[in-house]
């Protein structure tokens, strides 16, 4: 046996152990990050009967991706009149003005029915799958990686519905926090209560039908990526805290739902597929488990996650030149380059939380996030050079944030360079302005 299948076989070993352990340990609280007397951040538990329902002693979110120090020194800055982040600001009000208009989104919307004949059960279709041009009825589907079957985005399931939500929650949260505008907190609260809450209209904690292909499979592990938007309706929840529109009530009732959804992840059939991903789908889903683990107050389960098999997957996943290869393989291998990358980031940032520090971890032979970073940002100037496959265009400044978290954890001034060398016309409007911080 080779050192990589060695290596190999006790990734999987420890996603199995990883699974087969569920854990209801009384967890720890959630963190805040502070600034030291040096000025780097740390990160300090806050207090936790106020953590836990939203609603912090503090004048800092409840947030895990998002950094709240960060969010209200620039909320601070903005009613100073800040010029360098109104452009931002006032982009994000525009846009939260239009998610007033947003909704309802319902998973008993879609015009199809699940297998299971549950309407509150999600549904999706997997966005690469075409008819088969070789048989009548075109099944069984065949996949055509890169190219989007329109049919997959339609009214016939969620997957497009849940993005529209999660984006009208997450642009309305945003707004709320920074102008402290309650209209923004009661619409987004309301959107929230009628997918997750209601029970006429809410949808049923478990992926069991993501991501079907027509022909062959009712559902598949692949389409617990579909759930990665819950990583932001985390946050915006933790947005929501201080809102009369948001009561105790609603944030046990979001806890509950997550903590089912948790649980299904780490014991079903399709959540140990995921699990054992090699490539952005097992990255995306240690993501969403270390997440929703935070946000329930289990940090035992995050911490598992984070010290055993996210850093095999560091190990297994990115090269000490920073090349991603199981990406390379995609016919969109430099989009899904950063998108893995930024799965990883996402690890990183939540790991703060309980001293985990990817942001430095190094394979043995040298690999880790930053070297991923490096190896991506090369192509800034001119992605047109990429030597890899990419059938489709990408817009480098949509790695602004990727650079934003390498300018604040490395000391190296390359990363500001670089975000120099983005089109500031296009950069100076990004929400993301409002989540680092201001210079």
Not at 26 to 55: H, M, N, W, Y
Not at 73 to 94: H, S
Request: glycine share 6%; charged share 25%; with cysteine.
């Amino acid at each position: 046996m080779t050192f990589c299948q060695n290596r190999f076989n006790v990734f999987v070993w420890l996603v199995v152990l990883q699974l087969a352990c569920a854990m209801s340990v009384e967890g720890k609280t959630p963190q805040e990050v502070l600034p030291d007397k040096s000025g780097k951040l740390i990160d300090k538990p806050c207090d936790e009967k106020s953590q836990a329902d939203g609603r912090s002693a503090s004048s800092l979110p409840r947030v895990f991706y998002l950094n709240g120090t960060w969010l209200a020194e620039n909320k601070a800055q903005i009613q100073k009149g800040n010029k360098t982040l109104q452009p931002a600001f006032k982009q994000l009000l525009i846009e939260a003005d239009e998610a007033l208009k947003a909704g309802p989104f319902s998973v008993m919307d879609k015009t199809s029915t699940p297998p299971s004949g549950d309407k509150h059960d999600y549904m999706s279709q997997g966005k690469y799958w075409w008819p088969n041009p070789e048989t009548a009825n075109g099944l069984p589907y065949v996949r055509k990686d890169g190219y989007v079957n329109p049919e997959s985005q339609t009214g016939a399931y969620d997957d497009a519905r849940f993005s529209s939500m999660r984006d009208s929650v997450e642009t309305l949260a945003l707004a709320y926090y920074f102008s402290d505008k309650e209209k923004y907190a009661e619409h987004a609260a309301d959107l929230l209560r009628i997918w997750f809450i209601d029970p006429k209209t809410r949808m049923n904690p478990h992926l069991n039908f993501g991501q079907g292909i027509p022909g062959q499979v009712k559902g598949r592990g692949i389409g617990i990526i579909d759930t990665a938007k819950l990583i932001a309706i985390v946050d915006s929840i933790g947005l929501l805290g201080p809102s009369r529109h948001w009561s105790k009530n609603d944030q046990s009732a979001m806890q509950t739902w997550m903590e089912e959804y948790l649980n299904w992840l780490r014991s079903s059939p399709n959540g140990r597929d995921e699990a054992a991903a090699r490539n952005n789908h097992g990255t995306w889903y240690d993501a969403q488990v270390v997440c929703l683990a935070l946000f329930v107050e289990k940090p035992s389960i995050a911490k598992e996650v984070l010290t055993g098999v996210t850093k095999l997957r560091i190990d297994s996943q990115i090269k000490p030149d920073g090349r991603q290869p199981y990406e390379l393989e995609r016919t969109k291998s430099l989009g899904y380059s950063r998108m893995n990358l930024r799965g990883f980031f996402v690890l990183a940032r939540l790991g703060e939380h309980i001293s985990v520090d990817l942001w430095n971890y190094r394979s043995a032979d040298g690999a880790g996030l930053q070297r991923a970073l490096d190896f991506l940002a090369r192509y800034i100037d001119d992605p047109s050079s990429w030597p890899y496959k990419q059938i489709k265009g990408i817009e480098m400044e949509n790695s602004f944030d990727l650079l934003k978290w390498a300018q604040a954890k490395y000391d190296d001034e390359i990363y500001g360079q670089w975000i120099e060398k983005l089109p500031k016309e296009n950069i100076i409007t990004r929400r993301e302005k409002l989540f680092f911080p201001a210079n």
